[in-house]
């Protein structure tokens, strides 16, 4: 049973922007305000790796290679996280998950950076 859900990737140009979001089912809805939330990435080949993170109150983690392109959100009130991304790179090409870490995980969404 998927119990994070990812939409919003898609194709994108170079120094483009795209909004993922990670919507938490039904049965989890209500207690996942209290646990952290990351959105990880996973480029062919390679191994899935953290991209951003973010606490109940609100503190945020970013790898290295998207701080100040990429802001995680999120909306307590929807119980959904956001992962706004600018100045997109083809680097940035992969697959990326949403998880209530370290057991909960969606099936991921693809997002592609090329001219």
């Known amino acids: 049973q998927v119990q994070v859900v990812e939409s919003g990737g898609g194709l994108v140009q170079p120094g483009g922007s795209l909004r993922l979001s990670c919507a938490p089912s039904?049965?989890?809805?209500?207690?996942?305000?209290?646990?952290?939330m990351g959105w990880y990435r996973q480029p062919p080949g390679k191994e899935r790796d953290l991209v951003a993170r973010i606490n109940a109150g609100g503190s945020t983690t970013y790898a290295d290679s998207v701080r100040g392109r990429f802001t995680i959100s999120r909306d307590n009130f929807n119980n959904t996280v956001y992962l706004q991304m600018n100045n997109l790179k083809p680097e940035d090409t992969a697959v990326y998950y949403c998880?209530?870490?370290?057991?909960?995980w969606g099936q991921g969404t693809q997002v592609t950076v090329s001219s």
């Open positions: 039904r049965s989890i809805r209500r207690i996942s305000s209290q646990f952290d």
């Open positions: 998880a209530i870490p370290p057991n909960i």
